[in-house]
């Protein structure tokens, strides 16, 4: 059986998620700019984001150089597969930084950006400016693929969101303990004693390296960008898919796409 006969024999999802090549990697997060790949209408293709005057347009697609003798691993099964899974994945928590606001001072600008996991969609806040590994910066980590696993301190125990807790009286959160604690993010370059976590907070005066998920977002305010209460329920939302899937399975990868 020819490489072609495989791929015609491979059944496909009916449509896709609109997916680009980042470091070499195949990823579907909300694209905003750009081209991109998207599978519609039986077929793979390439269009371009619209913006200020011009309209969204699809861009002819060469023809896979099937003789060129560069192209030797093409494998059409994996790739397939790869492209089934994209924009489902339950293993992959994927953020993608958009933009920056500057709001005067380093301790309250921030970086807005958006995050997928598996079916949940929503928005992030990191701190303003240039990546770092370094901690007591007050910066974001960089660009990257993270590892993560369960936190619980003196600082963020289980019910911190909760009316046992002074902030939680403080904001009102009537929620649940947390199973586990919040998210620690680690890899070889920011270790775990940088203290990088997954937390709630209402914008870039929460944070101060740390990930505040949330499901909406208003970016043009200053402050209070997002809710405590909507940062919080977010939070049990991806911890509570985590606990299905695993937490040793999961990985979070961010891709800077700010200008």
């Not at 990823?27 to 991109?36: A, D, E, R």
């Not at 909507?230 to 200008?259: A, M, R, Y």
Request: hydrophobic letters at 30%; proline letters at 5%; one cysteine or more.
């Amino acid at each position: 059986m020819s490489d072609l006969e495989i791929w015609e024999g491979v059944e496909i999802r009916k449509s896709s998620y609109r997916t680009k090549f980042v470091n070499g990697a195949l990823m579907s997060s909300p694209v905003t700019f750009g081209g991109y790949l998207i599978y519609k209408y039986g077929k793979w293709v390439y269009e371009r984001m619209a913006y200020g005057d011009k309209k969204k347009e699809e861009i002819p697609l060469s023809p896979f150089p099937i003789d060129d003798p560069v192209v030797t691993h093409f494998h059409p099964v994996a790739f397939v597969e790869q492209m089934r899974r994209m924009g489902d994945d339950p293993y992959t928590i994927r953020i993608t930084r958009e933009a920056e606001r500057w709001t005067g001072t380093n301790k309250s600008s921030m970086t807005f950006g958006t995050f997928v996991f598996g079916s949940l969609e929503g928005f992030i806040c990191e701190p303003y400016g240039d990546e770092t590994t370094e901690r007591g910066k007050d910066k974001r980590i960089p660009a990257g693929i993270y590892n993560v696993k369960w936190h619980v301190s003196g600082n963020y125990p289980k019910n911190k969101y909760t009316l046992q807790h002074k902030l939680g009286k403080k904001w009102h959160l009537d929620y649940p303990s947390f199973k586990h604690g919040v998210l620690l993010v680690y890899n070889e370059s920011v270790p775990q004693s940088r203290g990088i976590l997954v937390h709630a907070g209402q914008d870039g005066g929460w944070t101060e390296g740390c990930i505040l998920p949330s499901s909406k977002q208003d970016r043009n305010l200053d402050k209070w960008n997002m809710t405590m209460a909507d940062s919080v329920e977010t939070l049990h939302k991806i911890f509570n898919q985590i606990e299905e899937t695993g937490i040793e399975n999961i990985k979070l990868v961010i891709t800077d796409e700010t200008e």
